[in-house]
């Protein structure tokens, strides 16, 4: 007879106890359970041993994190580029799902954090510019820019924010 996975037994465990497992099911059981101690425990009335669950969610928290981060960086800095030209007016669409992004990784410290993020990558930005000769560093056109940035991405942290306490609220009621 095949082998049977810890899966397969684990289903299989409560027909054979209860008595309505045919006796093909109640034989590979009682193969597998003779060489599997966490299926033996099972068998014997034990709790399963514990599961790596939450650690597993723990990890694709942090990795959907890293991502959001990167996805913000990568949006600030499109953002930031599109102010030079004839294009920048699609930071009234980018910057609140930056804002939104940056509420998915911080939840309400987004509202300080991304804006002093946005001033230092358009900073960068503008020193980068000047360092190849295309820009020249006007403080208060950075300053005036970043505040309009600003105001979009607490626009869209303050509805990400919302949106989260809408669907947690509802959940409650539930």
Not at 39 to 50: I, K, N, S, T
Not at 67 to 94: K, P, Q, R
Not at 112 to 127: A, R, S
Request: proline share 4%; with cysteine; hydrophobic share 55%.
């Amino acid at each position: 007879m095949n082998k049977i996975s810890c899966e397969i037994c684990m289903d299989l465990i409560p027909l054979v106890q209860d008595g309505v497992a045919s006796a093909d099911s109640r034989q590979a059981v009682a193969d597998h359970i003779a060489g599997c101690p966490a299926c033996r425990a099972l068998f014997d009335g034990q709790p399963p041993p514990e599961s790596n669950g939450t650690q597993l969610l723990m990890q694709i928290q942090h990795k959907m994190q890293l991502f959001f981060v990167m996805l913000m960086m990568i949006g600030i800095f499109f953002g930031v580029s599109l102010l030079a030209g004839e294009d920048m007016f699609y930071n009234v669409l980018i910057m609140p799902v930056i804002g939104a992004l940056g509420y998915g990784v911080s939840r309400w410290n987004a509202l300080y954090q991304v804006p002093i993020l946005l001033l230092v990558v358009h900073v960068l930005v503008q020193t980068l510019g000047l360092i190849r000769g295309v820009e020249r560093f006007d403080l208060l056109s950075l300053l005036w820019w970043t505040v309009i940035l600003a105001m979009f991405v607490l626009l869209g942290t303050v509805i990400a924010g919302l949106f989260h306490y809408a669907f947690r609220k509802e959940k409650k009621d539930e």
